[in-house]
């Protein structure tokens, strides 16, 4: 008993000291930055003038990159995952993949971002765009995804299947009828986390060669491109206190899409779960 009390004590004592120390974050940037925060900051092309300077094509290169990056995961995670976990059983080359896999999702960033500039960027012709940058976070976010997806998977009920074999179903049909749609909250949730951990990626874009600095909206996937963090890593670099500033405000920016991304993940996840109730 004395050892569980000593535990719970230690598990309030760490939680009170990271809530603290996330609040006092927030304080700050808040206090630095909510001056700059008005439709003119939110819609203004950057300037050399940090009291002029916006993030509209950063906002809108984060846009491209994450339906780029969902285009290029989704649908490979979840094929991958699938495969794993219906067709792949245990065999040697299940297992190699899975190994694979699991040690991918440990991989430093960077690494995403030399294999992006070598692959996407020069073997591939792409050049620095935002089809590369999109593939190069794919990449990234791919081993989260396979992951989530078959953990999602495993929650759906043996009983399921079998209920669809004895009902004269194929493997496939039982699958896409009776499979996914129940693991698909599941799937929701991992994807919608590996956007957020994408749309926080600086090193990998960098590496490819996204600019820290345009004037220009990105016109298709072509075209070259920015993100926030770079945008915020930019400003930061400054030494004036205005471009801190601003920096400020585009850490509040990215909060509030990254929250908006979750807060969409659980509305969807919780109406399919009463859906499939």
Do not use: C
């Not at 304080?27 to 509209?56: H, K, N, V």
């Not at 940058?133 to 396979?146: E, N, Q, R, S």
């Amino acid at each position: 008993m004395a050892g569980d009390r000593l535990l719970q004590t230690m598990s309030i004592l760490v939680l009170t000291l990271s809530l603290v120390a996330l609040l006092a974050l927030l304080y700050d940037i808040w206090s630095d930055g909510w001056a700059r925060l008005d439709w003119e900051f939110l819609t203004s092309m950057p300037s050399r003038r940090a009291s002029s300077a916006g993030i509209y094509p950063a906002i809108l290169g984060s846009l491209y990159i994450l339906m780029v990056t969902a285009a290029f995961a989704l649908p490979l995670g979840i094929g991958a995952a699938v495969y794993l976990e219906e067709y792949g059983g245990g065999g040697r080359m299940a297992r190699l993949i899975e190994i694979n896999i699991a040690n991918l999702a440990g991989v430093p960033s960077i690494i995403y971002g030399l294999l992006g500039l070598g692959i996407f960027v020069r073997a591939f012709g792409w050049g620095p765009s935002i089809l590369s940058g999109g593939a190069t976070l794919g990449l990234l976010a791919l081993p989260v995804v396979i992951l989530s997806t078959r953990e999602a998977l495993r929650t759906v009920p043996m009983s399921a299947r079998e209920g669809s074999y004895a009902l004269g179903a194929t493997k496939w049909q039982t699958i896409w009828h009776q499979v996914l749609p129940t693991a698909l909250p599941g799937i929701l949730t991992g994807l919608i986390l590996a956007m957020s951990r994408a749309i926080g990626e600086t090193a990998p874009l960098i590496t490819i060669g996204a600019l820290a600095y345009i004037d220009f909206t990105p016109s298709g996937v072509m075209s070259p491109f920015t993100v926030l963090p770079i945008q915020i890593y930019n400003w930061v670099s400054k030494p004036q206190v205005a471009f801190a500033e601003n920096a400020a405000a585009g850490i509040i920016v990215l909060l509030v899409l990254l929250l908006s991304m979750n807060a969409v993940a659980i509305v969807l996840r919780d109406r399919f779960q009463k859906a499939r109730a």
